[in-house]
């Protein structure tokens, strides 16, 4: 793509001060725009990174053999009575009238895929059920100051599953909770599986996902040593106590409980039969006898993924993308000369590239290419041509963007370098 | 995948009379759901499809240089405002007020477009701007009794462009009603450019494209010879009448006008500055002068050009969905003996397959395949065993969903029919 042609460029305009920063970064970049308080629209760069975060989440589902579907947004008032949260989640959720009939925005869906699942499933082998979506959420946030972190408006993956026995049910929650981990290990995240309260979800705890990080909204306390971890909603420690689940671990060393700010990256929670009773979700046993099945659901926003990768990795330049969700793989530069021809040749060996092919100042440029974040920095200029003369082929500046060192090689060398990273 | 594991199966339950032939087919081969009138979930068989009708049109909008990205679906009243759609299209858009704030649902994004233009787009450099996305519209439905034709909430891929000429406009214009073209073809459907009125969207005369379909819920005049063709409520023809376009082509001969039901499966329009000006979206041109760029929209509707396709290819038994789009490319049935094997060869060998391994009968079997209306039905049995003794390998029947022909070949001789179509 020519950085020329790119709709939703990197801007120079001051932002508000008080803005988080990832949404100063991914505004400032060119990522995303704000149309109002808590809704963005996934400008071109903004939207290449989700549809990355979404491709490795969908990889991750399917290896647990959920299936993917799609489920409605707009939902009947009747359907969100039967569980009561209808009232119970008001708050949150947006209802309204129109023609007399009542409807409510999708805020979640576990009320529309029981009713899905009672005209579908009736009959133990029709189980276990796996199913998830990649959907818009609306939530009436009050507390929507933290950019991609909380929106009104907000992608999001969930997944549902029922099964015919609390221990079927519990080995998929543990699958999912592993499959969760390693999707946030791709993306460079390593997050700790944090006892929680269940809000307007549940009455039982359940599991979130925290990363540590400063600027987090939340505040868990862990165990140095082992993998304990709680919200402190609900948290039964405190700072340099000793760990209480150490002891039943196989080191026998008892590590210090700490505390520390961290973001929520993804949730699973447990409803056992609670919602099956309610939403009248029955099958039929091998003796033939009506059974309540056991349900789960899962969740993880991607929009507000982006926003999490933004807020921990950057610095003053701008955003540091990892690699498997780079918008481009390569940030091409051109100074004086036009590099059109590394261009063409980049794309034809399957280099996702973005060439900054205006004509303005090198110094622009550069901050631009910080700015963005894309791993590998390309430079073509009469500088780098110069110093090419008795060399193996025209050479090119290599820089990665979390490195201050610039690098002469030529196009098979940086070829390599990057199909090897 | 298996189907004794897909959720969301063929049924047999009767459905209401009254159906229009797209849902019954597409609810009866487990397809989609009826969440309420004019909402459908789409089940995992659905979903595939959907998928492969996404790709084509983004495969087509992609090479007319047009960008992907994302907008949001719950919008701000003030923006309606601007150009007085809040007031005239109150009918059709769900408005709803929460704590204060009044918001509508995205009927559709022109409003929303042209306010991210103007804060992204400034100088005549700057265009032309060509972006799309696919997304989610709500639009309140009087009609919502033709299944996935009309409903309250839908998929649509709807493209914007901007451009600082008439001229330049016209032209890109035309570009997408020929990639429009393309892409109808190439789900099999032979749409008619037509002239038609621009209802909420515009006052000017804008361009559908219709498919002359017995069960279509619009009226055409077209001429039997030339491209001409008018939608009823604007048409300036009748039956029989000579075409008025004909005179001016190169054949010479004159056509005669007939008429014929038909669906509309997109449509384009041209507002020129009408928007712009509402919006008070500019840019400087090369003298440096303030301008008013020009404005189109293009519209295709995902689900419904699903349904489209249902509701033209279809026979007394199920669906027949054109290769391009069916959810797997062959139905493998097991009678008796499995063919576990067999179905493990194909997925080595990138060929989409649903595999029927149900402990059903085999009637239940083919009623089932020729209902979901995958292109290539492949039974293992020990009738097809027995006839392989002297082949050159094991003997499995091949049919194909639109013909009655069931011959004997080999994986070989299958691969090959399967690659080459």
Redesign the interface.
Known sequence: MKY??????ATKSELKEDLSANAKYLIKGGFV?Q??SG??????L??RV?KKIEQIIREEMNKT?A??????????KD?WNETGRWDSAKEVM??????DKE?A?SFTHEE?VL??IR???FAY?DFP?K?YHFS?K?R?ELRAKSGLLRG??F?MKDLYSLHISEKDLDKYYWEIADSYIKIFKKLGLDAKITEAAGGVFTDEHTHEFQVLCDSGEDIVFYCEKCDFCQNKEIATVQDNDNCPKCPSTSSGQVGKIKSGNSIEVGNIFKFGTFYSKKMNVYFMDEKGEKQLPYFASYGIGLTRLMGILAEMFHDGKGIIWPKVVAPFRVHLISIGKNADELYEKLKKDEVEVLYDDRDVSPGEKFADADLIGIPVRLVVSEKTLRQSSGQAGEQIEYKERISEEKILLNYEQILNKIKKN
């Open positions: 020329s042609e790119l709709f939703g460029k725009d149309l109002m809704s963005y629209t996934l400008l071109p903004g939207f989700v053999g299936q993917e579907l799609l489920m409605p947004l707009l939902h009947p359907v947006y209802q309204f009238k129109k023609d409807f925005l529309i009713d899905l005209k579908h499933a082998k059920i199913i818009t609306f009436n009104r408006e992608l």
